[in-house]
């Protein structure tokens, strides 16, 4: 494909994604916010996939507890950063996946950070969930903007597919920092990821003492409540 076409063509996929951003559903009421961010890199499309399928798990969880606000978060290419309004249902947040399809870049998982800090400043923000593979940027960076969500009272819920030792570490100190969790997924067990997501949503909904109710018989929400709180 020539230069000129690649870019129409990334153009195009752009506009499909804000123009399904404008006409998604408003979130309902006082709905709880959380911020879902993915790695739209080009190693991420199995994963991508993945989380388009499993999604529908954080509004199940909530539902029967007053439903949740989700807002979609990626990155992409060499600067690509965009974030889509808060949504309310499982639908409208698969059709905002859906117009998205992964490109070859770097990670911007600092702007990701200071995107969900911003935020938190226009309104609450329970928590962030961060779907990601790889970082590539200065890890003290990552970290100090972490702290200041920590400050804020909200938690990133870190979740990395792959056995990269070093990846597993950012992503760890990120969530400490915050005051949220990290866990590990793999592309063979979606189980996983769903049931990470469905704990991370019932914090956002119910807080700590939610999640502890639910660590009584959900081992992801043991692994999240054991992240948070040590014990």
Same mark, same amino acid.
């Given at each position: 494909?020539?230069?000129?076409?690649?870019?129409? $063509?990334?153009?195009?996929? #752009?506009? $499909?994604?804000?123009? %399904? +951003?404008r006409q998604v559903a408003a979130p309902v009421g006082d709905a709880p916010r959380l911020i879902f961010a993915l790695d739209a890199t080009m190693s991420r499309q199995p994963t991508w996939d993945l989380a388009c399928g499993v999604q529908a798990g954080m509004f199940e969880a909530t539902a029967r507890l007053g439903g949740l606000?989700?807002?979609? #978060?990626?990155? *992409?290419?060499?600067?690509?950063c965009r974030a889509?309004?808060?949504?309310?249902? +499982? *639908?409208?947040? %698969?059709?905002?996946? *859906?117009? #998205? %399809?992964c490109q070859g870049g770097? %990670?911007?998982?600092? *702007?990701?950070?200071r995107h969900v800090r911003n935020e938190a400043g226009r309104g609450p923000v329970k928590a962030l969930v961060l779907v990601g593979d790889a970082i590539e940027e200065d890890i003290d960076d990552l970290c100090g903007?972490?702290?200041e969500l920590g400050l804020l009272g909200l938690p990133a819920f870190c979740f990395h597919e792959g056995p990269d030792p070093t990846v597993a570490a950012g992503f760890s100190e990120i969530a400490r920092l915050s005051g949220g969790a990290s866990a590990r997924f793999d592309l063979t067990a979606p189980e996983v990821l769903a049931a990470l997501l469905r704990a991370a949503a019932i914090y956002a909904t119910r807080?700590?003492?939610?999640?502890?109710? +639910? $660590?009584?018989?959900?081992a992801a929400a043991r692994?999240?409540?054991v992240g948070m709180t040590g014990g």
């Open positions: 494909m020539a230069g000129s076409d690649l870019d129409r $063509a990334r153009g195009a996929a #752009v506009d $499909a994604f804000l123009e %399904t +951003a606000a989700v807002q979609l #978060v990626y990155f *992409r290419g060499l600067s690509e889509s309004r808060f949504v309310s249902d +499982a *639908r409208a947040l %698969t059709g905002l996946m *859906r117009a #998205v %399809t770097q %990670t911007q998982i600092g *702007r990701v950070l903007v972490a702290g807080g700590l003492d939610g999640l502890r109710l +639910a $660590a009584h018989e959900d692994r999240l409540l």
